[in-house]
């Protein structure tokens, strides 16, 4: 976005004082690599709550890349050298920094990207999360010994840091995404270049500044962890550029594409989190109570702008007509207002596209033959605001519904088993997150079992969205098969050898082969 004609910023008012807090002013630099600059594009920050200033940031521009890439160079000679429960220590900080700033950090994710204030604070908790996990595995990142089929031999497998990565990350989570790839990767002992939606350029310029604070205190280099706020330019050349062994791209399914074909061309590594088209299946067993609670939350939550959000309610026929009826019903008791007020459920979408978008999908829905049950407007009021909408009618295969529109539209299906269901779930290009409501548990094993969901995320009884950060985050098909936080996604950002260690003076050759 330009910079703006209003003379009148948000950050001026009063009531924003936390962005103060935070280290932010009216003119913003948006490169970091040890010291703060920027020779680009001036673009301002927007709130979505009211289109209204919030403040503006200088990008950064190819030459100012090309800056940041180098003091990242020198900085990792610095990170690599230290060792891993050290830096684990540094992360053990920043996490504790994250903490003190959770509620203005929380208010500015709310302010800038939409998002309810309760999501907003989740997003640090999450980070906060991150990095206390990331402590322990500081101490545990393990190699293996293996047996060595020759005598006097040792076989090894080690892992040691891939060096400086590129880390772009999307609008709709711009804190807690770069907390997952940030706090893992410095334990591994890589250092980073991090470039955020620059609609979100606060966020990113707020969470570099904790982590500044942090980096000085320690007397390490900064560009331990570099920023370049900026457009496509500058991702274009993070894909493209081989001294960044790995880009970890969070975005579209189409974007992420065109990132992971870029870092393939030089045969470099890309971690790919992008769409999803994600269901819950209600079975006629279901917990109803349960299903609604979880459907509310899962499709509205966030404007519907989240990449875990369900757009498909795959309900059996038995209990389809009570599931549109209560959905609908409690669709009505959402309250919508300001994100950043105490007791709002749902703000505003992210930018004026989503309403573009969300309109346009309608009106595609009506034509091949849904029906909008409730929503489908846009609501007469300053900001970004739509009504959810529930959508019934169409076919399982339309393409409306095949199709991952981010904006808070679901779509309800009525399906006459949980084996077609099944099927339906996993016929979409994306495999991000799935679920279903059952007390069978014959359902829950086949929906568990290779002939199940086929998304990196399978639930049961719960919503899709709202993962917790100890297990790996991610998903199949179009969403990249990347993986994230907990589990062994630490291993996403190093690189792994095998080590054949002969401690003898002789020198039999593996396979037992004889070259003599």
């Not at 100012?64 to 220590?89: S, T």
């Not at 997003?123 to 005598?151: F, H, N, T, W």
């Not at 279901?286 to 990449?307: H, K, N, Y």
């Amino acid at each position: 976005m330009s910079k703006a004609s209003v003379s009148s910023y948000l950050i001026e008012e009063p009531k924003y004082s936390f962005l103060k807090e935070l280290g932010l002013e009216k003119n913003n630099k948006g490169v970091y690599h040890g010291i703060w600059t920027g020779n680009g594009e001036t673009v301002t920050s927007i709130c979505p709550s009211n289109n209204r200033p919030i403040a503006d940031v200088i990008q950064g521009n190819l030459s100012d890349f090309e800056n940041a890439i180098k003091e990242l160079q020198k900085a990792w000679n610095v990170w690599a050298d230290i060792p891993a429960p050290q830096r684990g220590e540094i992360v053990r900080q920043i996490g504790d920094a994250l903490r003190e700033k959770k509620s203005a950090l929380g208010k500015l994710v709310s302010l800038e990207m939409g998002k309810i204030l309760p999501e907003g604070e989740g997003e640090v908790q999450e980070y906060v999360d991150i990095c206390d996990y990331a402590v322990g595995l500081s101490r545990m990142i393990e190699g293996k010994v293996l047996p060595s089929e020759r005598p006097g031999h040792a076989l090894l497998e080690m892992w040691n840091p891939l060096g400086a990565i590129g880390i772009i990350s999307a609008f709709n989570f711009p804190v807690a995404v770069y907390g997952w790839n940030n706090a893992i990767a410095l334990v591994c002992g890589d250092v980073m270049l991090w470039k955020g939606a620059p609609s979100t350029n606060l966020c990113s310029i707020a969470v570099i500044k904790i982590i500044q604070s942090v980096l000085e205190k320690n007397k390490l280099p900064g560009a331990i962890c570099s920023l370049v706020c900026g457009g496509a330019d500058i991702g274009s050349a993070m894909a493209k550029d081989t001294r960044l062994p790995l880009v970890s791209f969070t975005g579209s399914s189409r974007a992420g594409l065109q990132v992971a074909m870029e870092v393939q061309k030089r045969f470099g590594k890309s971690l790919l989190e992008l769409g999803g088209n994600n269901a819950i299946i209600v079975a006629d067993d279901a917990d109803l109570d349960m299903v609604i609670q979880s459907a509310v939350f899962a499709c509205v939550g966030t404007a519907g702008q989240r990449c875990t959000t369900t757009r498909r309610l795959i309900v059996h026929e038995k209990v389809y007509n009570e599931v549109v009826e209560r959905l609908k019903k409690a669709y009505t008791k959402v309250r919508i207002g300001d994100p950043i007020e105490p007791g709002t459920l749902y703000g505003p979408m992210h930018n004026k596209q989503g309403i573009e978008l969300y309109l346009k999908t309608i009106e595609e829905a009506k034509k091949a033959g849904g029906k909008v049950e409730y929503g489908g407007k846009v609501l007469e009021q300053p900001g970004n605001f739509v009504e959810p909408t529930i959508i019934t009618g169409l076919a399982h295969d339309a393409e409306v519904v095949h199709r991952e529109t981010f904006a808070p539209i679901v779509y309800i299906l009525k399906t006459s088993s949980v084996d077609e269901a099944i099927k339906w779930n996993n016929e979409v290009k994306e495999g991000l997150s799935s679920s279903i409501f059952t007390q069978n548990l014959g359902n829950v094993f086949k929906w568990l079992g290779p002939k199940g969901s086929d998304c990196g995320i399978v639930n049961v009884n719960i919503p899709t969205s709202g993962a917790e950060i100890g297990g790996a985050f991610g998903g199949e098909k179009h969403t990249g098969g990347g993986r994230e936080s907990g589990s062994d996604s630490w291993k996403q950002y190093m690189r792994r050898s095998t080590c054949t260690i002969n401690y003898t003076k002789e020198l039999p050759l593996a396979q037992g082969i004889k070259f003599e």
